[in-house]
């Protein structure tokens, strides 16, 4: 990978957690393939969509909105409202039920959240 695709590929990334990425980080995912398939994971790496850390936290409260619309006006209360998070080992799972949590203030509202790990 050269050099001005790498810094491309970080300033893309730049706001990748739990650190940014660096251009000589992005060069040394793609040198690690065989020299024949670098070339489409230079591709596959330009097509991966980075949303940052609020942008992610708008549209999981904005969802989390429209699902809770949806089913008080189905007739459900929060008291029948139940979070429940089940995921495997390295999921992100935990992360977008906590940004919904604290961002939507779940648990303000009274609504149980269960974590099934």
Known sequence: M???RS???SLRYKDYKPQPLTWLAARRWVMQFEKKDRR????LLSKVISLSESRTRDILVEQNAALMKRLFDAG??????IYVQVHDAGSSSPVMLNLIRDAAGLEKMGLPILGCP
């Open 2 to 4: 050269g050099i001005i």
């Open 7 to 9: 810094i491309r590929a």
């Open 40 to 43: 489409l994971a230079e591709r």
């Open 76 to 81: 459900l209360t929060a008291k029948q409202l």
